[in-house]
């Protein structure tokens, strides 16, 4: 949420108390052109404002609201980083403007670097305490970085401020799906959804959680939104896989299947235009991997042990961590990962790789609150694995193993806010689950001693065997006593599975 003059409804939080009334000020422009730049913005000419906003800082370099004004002019025009640049300007040029913290924040939080944004974010409400959307900031900008607990008691705090707030329950719903807590993030979406009952994200969101509930009270509510969407709105794919979610719900599997195919080609069709599909070429990584030589890592016995759980989506990355973080010696840190080059050359011509400069935790910290394991699920690890194994000392790898045609069911029918371009068309999520499978077995045998396979089926009967078997892998006793609760139960395969075996012609 961005803040500028003035107050726009539908946009971003423009709040009104927020335009500098000038006196006679030689640092700063005439009010008169700083309100027509405004006024181009507000009529979504950003071209046009950060156009006439550039000139006019030329006249006055010191103008922190027209560098405010510009750097939510170049957001809207997808200048991310620009934007972030005019926007640390305005904190350098007043350090006493809030909003000028939160905008950088937003930024930043764009841009993958949450923990500077956690410190925009803090920077600001050390100014002013009282902002909801603020709190509501640095709560993404913590779930982002994996620090989850940390992220609730924020959301919380922001509820305190504005109770009805129904993009922080949202917020919250997410985290505790994150920690897989599947009941609790119902209650928090359907809250969501009360407030808000035309948001589709929501509705999408409790559609997306597994639950054995047989109530689902929020079914009728997510079929109002349905009826009350506008004709044109429905050819999106957002609203296509909203409907496909519905049927499945409602054990409609056929026609949810056939709903799923029509949401996947118009997301093809969408990413195509925005630009963003990616053709996906494995064949060099894999051949690079086949002539890998791990290189002799020694274990440092004060460091942490770093457990990275790699699979598809939907392989059970999650069920194993989630698990794992009930061993008080295990630090779940959930798919938070620092951005880091994948180009090779630049990969190998790095020392020994330092945790902090991978994850948003400090390893010396985590050390002395006990810590003997942290667990790591970020997906993309998988292109890192290697560099990750000569690196980073006391690195270990788990491959997740489970049916293909159930895991390609399920991310077929998934929509991805990000990445995971593969996942919308059948074929190519077979190219990818065959990518996978031949990079875990190629790594398993290149290093016995710290990489293993899990086989979901197995979790899924048999969960306390699979765990006890990861902790003699990692040499070290997890001591979770409430796993002698769970359950064996029978494997249970996609809904969908039958369906998409046709479809990719087997």
């Known amino acids: 949420m961005i803040f500028l003059p003035n107050h726009k409804k539908n946009g971003p939080y423009l709040s009104k108390s927020l335009k500098p009334k000038y006196a006679i000020n030689y640092n700063q422009p005439p009010q008169k052109q700083v309100d027509k730049i405004l006024n181009l913005f507000q009529k979504g000419k950003s071209m046009e404002s950060a156009k ?32 972030a640049f005019a926007f640390e300007k305005v904190t350098q040029l007043n350090s ?30 050390a100014i002013k305490t009282s902002q909801a959307e603020i709190y509501n900031n640095l709560g993404i900008a913590l779930r982002e970085q994996g620090k989850l607990d940390e992220a609730v008691t924020i959301f919380y705090n922001a509820l305190v401020l504005k109770p009805n ?17 599947t009941e609790e993030s119902i209650a928090f979406f359907d809250k969501a959804l009360t407030i808000d009952p035309n948001n589709t994200e929501v509705a999408l969101n409790l559609l997306k959680v597994p639950t054995n509930s047989k109530k689902k009270v929020y079914l009728p509510k997510i079929r109002r939104l349905l009826e009350q969407i506008p004709s044109e709105s429905n050819s999106s794919s957002e609203v296509q896989f909203l409907k496909a979610r519905l049927l499945m719900q409602e054990k409609e599997h056929d026609r949810a299947f056939e709903k799923f195919c029509q949401a996947n080609k118009t997301k093809v069709f969408e990413l195509k235009k925005m630009k963003q599909k990616k053709i996906m070429d494995y064949s060099n990584f894999v051949e690079n ?27 059970g990355k999650s069920t194993v961590e989630k698990l794992l973080s009930k061993s008080k010696r295990i630090k779940p840190l959930y798919e938070a990962r620092k951005s880091i080059s994948t180009n090779r050359k630049n990969l190998d011509s790095q020392g020994v790789i330092e945790f902090d400069k991978l994850f948003f935790r400090s390893e010396g910290a985590l050390l002395e609150q006990g810590y003997k394991i942290t667990t790591s ?61 031949d990079i875990s077995k190629i790594l398993c045998k290149k290093m016995p001693e710290t990489a293993m396979q899990v086989c979901f089926e197995q979790l899924t009967e048999d969960p306390v065997a699979t765990i006890e078997s990861i902790s003699s892998f990692m040499s070290l006793s997890f001591n979770i006593k409430s796993l002698e609760n769970y359950k064996k139960r029978k494997y249970a395969y996609s809904p969908l599975r039958e369906h998409f075996k046709k479809l990719v012609g087997q």
């Open 52 to 83: 006439r906003a550039k000139t006019l800082i030329e006249q006055y370099p010191k103008a922190f609201i027209v560098w405010n004004i510009l750097g939510a002019s170049l957001r809207r025009l997808g200048k991310i980083e620009e934007a």
């Open 96 to 125: 006493n403007y809030a909003e000028g913290y939160n905008n950088l924040g937003v930024t930043l939080n764009e841009l993958g670097k949450f923990d500077k944004a956690e410190k925009a974010f803090i920077a600001s409400l």
């Open 165 to 181: 707030f129904s993009m922080v329950y949202n917020n919250l719903g997410k985290v505790f799906f994150e920690r897989g807590e």
């Open 289 to 315: 991997v086949r002539h890998w030589i791990p290189a002799i890592q020694p274990t440092k016995k004060t460091v942490i042990k770093k457990l990275f759980i790699l699979g598809p989506s939907k392989s």
């Open 377 to 437: 699920t970020e997906p993309h690890s998988i292109f890192l694995t290697s560099f990750l194994a000569d690196k980073l000392p006391n690195s270990y790898f788990i491959f997740m193993n489970r049916d293909h045609l159930d895991v390609g069911s399920e991310m077929f029918m998934a929509d991805y806010k990000s990445g995971n371009y593969y996942a919308y068309e059948a074929n190519e999520i077979e190219l990818y689950l065959k990518f996978y499978n």
